[in-house]
Nanobody, 126 residues
Framework: QVQVAEYGGGSVQSGGSLRLSCVVS????????MGWFRQGPGKERERVAQ???????MYADSVKGRATISQNNEKNTLYLEMDSLEPRDSAMYYC????????????????????WGQGTQVTVSS
């Protein structure tokens, strides 16, 4: 059974930095895509950053230039480093993962990810 677990959340002051980790377990296969999402109070969940099967990376405009997503060689651990944090970055951060579907190319989006972690809270104080 595939499990996703996030680590590294906490409280940080405005202007500070953080590093989140996500570990996917329960399968020996490398992931096809992995992403970080976040949901703040009263807001919809948004995709923060994602690594696709070909290694391409996307960032939300709201974090571009402040965030770095990376992955280990086995593609079962995902990281998110963010600096210049602002109170608007406060949210529950979620990690999501998906695996190859029999060699079929597909686009990974929020609605397609089948595996999600429970989230880790990030609070940025001014």
């Amino acid at each position: 059974q595939v499990q996703v677990a996030e680590y590294g959340g906490g409280s940080v002051q405005s202007g500070g930095s953080l590093r989140l980790s996500c570990v996917v377990s329960g399968s020996t296969r490398p992931t096809y895509c992995m992403g970080w999402f976040r949901q703040g109070p009263g807001k919809e969940r948004e995709r923060v950053a994602q690594i696709d099967s070909d290694g391409s990376i996307m960032y939300a405009d709201s974090v571009k230039g402040r965030a770095t997503i990376s992955q280990n060689n086995e593609k079962n651990t995902l990281y998110l480093e963010m600096d210049s944090l602002e109170p608007r970055d406060s949210a529950m951060y979620y990690c999501a993962a998906d695996y190859d579907r029999g060699g079929i190319d597909f686009t990974c989006t929020e609605s397609t990810y089948p595996y999600w972690g429970q989230g880790t809270q990030v609070t940025v104080s001014s």
